[in-house]
Nanobody, 114 residues
Framework: VQLQASGGGLVQAGGSLRLSCAAS????????MGWYRQAPGKQRELVAVITSGGGINYADSVKGRFTISRDNGKNSVYLQMNSLKPEDTAVYYC?????????WGQGTLVTVSS
């Protein structure tokens, strides 16, 4: 499974960004897709994940501000980020799980200025 993420950038606090991630390769049996992030000096953490059946889990820190969605026909997952805060600054990684194996995209940088 190969994951190609896009959509990061620089935005002011309170602004919005939309991340996209497309999966290719051996994509059948992909169950969970989602987003993780890693800020400088911190461990990678879950942001939001969505199962093939539409089950969703968000980190508490992004609930009410971020929305994850998935297009199974396009093998893609999206993250709409609203009301961004400086503490959302991080490299965001797309993730897919297939048969208990995790796959990662290359990461896209999101920088939120105060």
């Amino acid at each position: 499974v190969q994951l190609q993420a896009s959509g990061g950038g620089l935005v002011q606090a309170g602004g919005s960004l939309r991340l996209s991630c497309a999966a290719s390769g051996t994509i059948f049996s992909i169950n969970t897709m989602g987003w993780y992030r890693q800020a400088p000096g911190k461990q990678r953490e879950l942001v939001a994940v969505i199962t093939s059946g539409g089950g969703i889990n968000y980190a508490d820190s992004v609930k009410g501000r971020f929305t994850i969605s998935r297009d199974n026909g396009k093998n893609s997952v999206y993250l709409q980020m609203n009301s961004l805060k400086p503490e959302d600054t991080a490299v965001y990684y797309c993730n897919a799980m297939r048969r208990s194996v995790n796959y990662w995209g290359q990461g896209t940088l999101v920088t939120v200025s105060s």
